[in-house]
């Protein structure tokens, strides 16, 4: 008996009607299991097309004291949802089976898989890892946190799949098999999800409970744990490094220089150490140097992520609007090294209660000033001598404006999460966008 008729002899309920509910939806009833449906909202997002596409469907939309959770077999949970909701909770102590998409992803797959997490980066890694394997002709499919949803994934012929993973995602994982798995970075993040760091750090650590290879960074002790093959990558030092020959710096790989580092057309250290972290991470596949150099030349970047806006009189504006958490934003202020002094940080939102001190020696090395907005702004005023409270992001694009001269950069690093004020922070960061282009 296959995994799948497994699911048909048992009780299934998919807790959370969002994008990745939804997903799994779609997935059982093509796969001819009927599930039931559980939402806390009245009337969650998928709930027109439930009703349309899949009537047959029992749908419990409303408090889970109602759901009877503990009256199913197994519960699909979205990530978004904590495991210590009370009525999970309940549920997993009566006996009950909690699992995510990836976890049934995971049970249901047999194509190699390469997968990435981390606090900073994970999205441009795996697309860049993606990028390379196209220019060495494998069929690649790319999803899990980004894109295309893991179980979508498993009905098409692929040579590899590449998952980006939230810490959430991987709590509830753990058939995972992988060819090699990277933690990139851990820095402080969802802590209004976490009771404390180490178990933000532990749900991370997930990813590598069945991998044959572990690719960490070897400048982050926490990326790191005892496997029998590992490899380590950083800007020095590192098996995967940069080192500098009378040519030119190189990527290099277990010291033998591979490719020269302006091949990498996207800029900044932080993009060199995710390029080194693709080729460690694709180390167990043989692919040609052509492939890896080409691929790194066409990668161009994601939006919202240290993005070049727009150039106005000679002030450069950058849109990293996916920097959510402090350590983005030092990263961000770290890739434009070269500007200290010069840059006009604009910053603030919710910080998702998470310890804010790290920015303060990156604030005064590199920032001519700092523009503070939304639910937290007044957490980072403190943080800087040439500091100002705004009310909107409009207001502190103009306030930018006034302060930035000729050779400044203005960039929109928040370090906090844009729920406050907007849907989600490709929305703040296409406002600003707009705002910029109105200047």
């Known amino acids: ?3 799948i008729d497994k699911l048909k002899q048992q009780h299934i309920t998919i807790l959370g009607l969002g994008v990745t509910g939804l997903g799994i939806v779609r997935f059982l009833v093509r796969h001819g299991i009927t599930p039931k ?67 049934l992803f995971a049970r249901l797959n047999h194509t190699p898989v390469v997968a990435v997490t981390g606090s900073n980066g994970k999205s441009t890694v795996v697309s860049l890892v993606t990028e390379v394997c196209i220019e060495a002709g494998l069929k690649v ?27 959430f995602q991987l709590e509830t994982t753990q058939s995972l098999k992988c060819t090699s798995a990277m933690i990139l970075n851990i820095t402080e993040d969802h802590m209004d999800r976490y009771p404390d760091f180490d178990a933000y750090c532990a749900a991370k650590k997930r990813i590598f ?4 290879l572990l690719v960490f960074n070897c400048d982050d002790e926490r990326t790191y744990q005892a496997h029998e093959r590992s490899l380590s990558v950083g800007l020095k030092n590192a098996d995967y490094c940069i080192k500098n020959f009378p040519e030119g710096a190189y990527f290099c790989a277990m010291d033998e220089a591979f490719l020269p580092v302006n091949c990498l057309s996207i800029p900044g250290k932080h993009n060199q150490f995710n390029a080194l972290s693709v080729m460690a991470l694709l180390s167990p596949f043989e692919i040609s140097k052509q492939a890896f150099e080409q691929g790194f030349a066409r990668f161009s970047g994601l939006a919202h992520r240290c993005q070049l806006i727009a150039d106005v009189n000679g002030i450069k504006y950058f849109n990293d609007s996916k920097a959510t958490n402090v350590g ?30 790290p920015l303060v020696a990156p604030l005064k ?19 800087h001598d040439n500091s100002v409270k705004v009310s909107t992001l409009q207001e502190a694009v103009l306030e930018a404006k006034k302060q930035a001269i000729a050779g400044d950069i203005v960039l929109l690093a928040p370090a906090c999460a844009s729920t406050d004020m907007y849907p989600n922070y490709m929305i703040r960061g296409d406002e600003f966008t707009k705002l910029v282009g109105e200047l």
């Open 1 to 3: 008996m296959n995994d």
């Open 37 to 103: 449906i559980v939402d806390t909202r009245a009337v969650p997002p998928g709930a027109e097309w439930l009703a349309h596409n899949v009537p047959e469907c029992e749908a419990v939309f409303g408090p889970l004291a109602e759901a009877a959770l503990t009256k199913t077999d197994v519960i699909i949970i979205s990530p978004g949802i904590p495991l210590y909701d009370r009525y999970v909770a309940q549920a997993i102590a009566g006996g009950t089976e909690v699992i995510g998409d990836v976890e």
């Open 141 to 167: 499919g790319l999803g899990g946190n980004i894109g295309t949803s893991a179980l979508d994934l498993l009905d098409q012929d692929l040579d590899l799949i590449v998952l980006e993973l939230s810490s």
């Open 209 to 212: 409970q069945q991998t044959d």
């Open 328 to 357: 983005a934003t030092v990263a961000a202020l770290e890739s434009l090294a070269d500007d200290s002094g010069k840059i006009v940080l604009i910053l603030g939102g919710d910080a998702k209660g998470a310890e804010i001190s």
């Open 365 to 383: 090395k590199y920032c001519r000033s700092i523009l503070c907005f939304g639910k937290d702004a007044d957490l980072f005023v403190p943080l």
